[in-house]
């Protein structure tokens, strides 16, 4: 006995390859798509710049690298900078005076 014909299928259409961004917003002035990303994978390094406020970053790159990497390294980097720049704030402190450092003299009016 042999199998049923199966009825040809159309093939499915190809899927679009959704083009990621190359132009970013700029963390430091705002502008929206005023930072872009050039890689340059034969050397190895990522130039990031903003056209407006000359912000600018470079980084490693391999052959997997991407420009969304490199912004997102840019804003990480940018972080780390800022919370080591600012110093942190104490913990709260409580409403009760501080003890005095017991010393090995105390006046005594007893003797």
């Known amino acids: 006995m042999g199998k049923r014909k199966k009825s040809s299928r159309k093939p499915a259409p190809a899927r679009q390859k959704v083009p990621l961004d190359t132009a970013f917003t700029c963390l430091f002035c705002h502008h929206d798509k005023s930072v872009t990303v050039r890689l340059d994978r034969k050397e190895g390094v990522s130039y990031l710049a903003c056209r407006v406020c000359d912000q600018r ?22 972080d780390a900078a800022q919370s080591a720049q ?20 105390e006046d005594s009016d007893e003797e």
């Open 57 to 78: 970053y470079q980084s490693k790159a391999n052959h997997l690298t991407e420009p969304i990497d490199i912004y997102s390294e840019w804003i990480d980097a940018a």
């Open 86 to 105: 600012a110093p942190r704030r104490p913990a709260a402190s409580t409403s009760r005076p501080i003890a005095a450092p017991a010393s090995g003299e």
